[in-house]
């Protein structure tokens, strides 16, 4: 199975992990790259759109498509991308490092919102969403903290315990999800 892992990353931890996720598949990685600075313009609510990919997306079998959420929103590039490609697209995955914890997923600024877009556009080609919450690589004392999520980043120092984990058994089911079928990883309840 030819597997592509496509990325938005701003800070690096969206990076960091859909690296790790490409290293464990054998699968092919690249980088979103948008026309210009997409912090700016999302606070705008301004999208110039995302510079073609170099991968032909139609060839693969399956697309991991990683990045960030940003206060509980679907951003533009990787919104762009899923509209620029959904077609070519036999299979989707979608993951994010995000600052919204699985407790409140469902929540104003929470991951499962935007699991729920992405289905909504992707239709029957998304077959999965996993969180990967920063929250899981903070020591127990700085778990809620603003300030020591937006200064943490996924590294390989930090990547171990829950999140490694977590990281296995996506691409365990990854391997050995049959075709069509989505489901969220990180929710016994669904989203």
Same mark, same amino acid.
């Given at each position: 199975?030819?597997?592509?892992?496509?990325?938005?990353?701003?800070?690096?931890?969206?990076?960091?992990?859909?690296?790790?996720?490409?290293?464990?598949?054998?699968?092919?990685?690249?980088?979103?790259?948008?026309? #210009?600075?997409?912090?700016?313009? @999302? !606070?705008? /609510?301004?999208?110039?759109? *995302? %510079?073609?990919?170099?991968?032909?997306?139609?060839?693969?079998?399956?697309?991991?498509?990683?990045?960030?959420?940003?206060?509980?929103?679907? #951003?533009?590039?990787?919104?762009? @991308? !899923?509209? /620029?490609?959904?077609?070519? *697209? %036999?299979?989707?995955?979608?993951?994010?490092?995000?600052?919204?914890?699985?407790?409140?997923?469902?929540?104003?600024?929470?991951?499962?919102?935007?699991?729920?877009?992405?289905?909504?556009?992707?239709?029957?080609?998304?077959?999965?969403?996993?969180?990967?919450?920063?929250?899981?690589?903070?020591?127990?004392?700085?778990?809620?903290?603003?300030?020591?999520?937006?200064?943490?980043?996924?590294?390989?120092?930090?990547?171990?315990?829950?999140?490694?984990?977590?990281?296995?058994?996506?691409?365990?089911?990854?391997?050995?999800?049959?075709?069509?079928?989505?489901?969220?990883?990180?929710?016994?309840?669904?989203?």
């Amino acid at each position: 199975m030819r597997t592509l892992v496509v990325y938005y990353s701003r800070k690096g931890s969206n990076r960091f992990l859909a690296h790790k996720v490409a290293g464990g598949l054998s699968a092919d990685i690249e980088r979103i790259r948008p026309w #210009i600075n997409v912090f700016l313009l @999302f !606070l705008l /609510k301004i999208h110039l759109g *995302i %510079r073609p990919i170099r991968h032909k997306a139609e060839s693969y079998d399956k697309v991991i498509l990683v990045g960030p959420i940003w206060m509980g929103r679907l #951003i533009p590039p990787l919104r762009s @991308f !899923l509209n /620029k490609y959904k077609e070519r *697209i %036999r299979e989707l995955v979608f993951v994010t490092c995000c600052g919204s914890t699985d407790a409140r997923k469902d929540e104003k600024f929470g991951h499962g919102f935007v699991f729920r877009e992405v289905e909504h556009i992707m239709g029957d080609k998304c077959t999965h969403c996993r969180a990967f919450p920063i929250d899981l690589v903070l020591p127990e004392e700085k778990k809620g903290d603003d300030q020591a999520f937006m200064q943490t980043h996924l590294m390989d120092e930090n990547f171990r315990g829950e999140i490694q984990d977590r990281l296995e058994d996506l691409i365990d089911k990854i391997r050995t999800q049959k075709p069509g079928r989505y489901q969220v990883l990180n929710d016994k309840s669904g989203v």
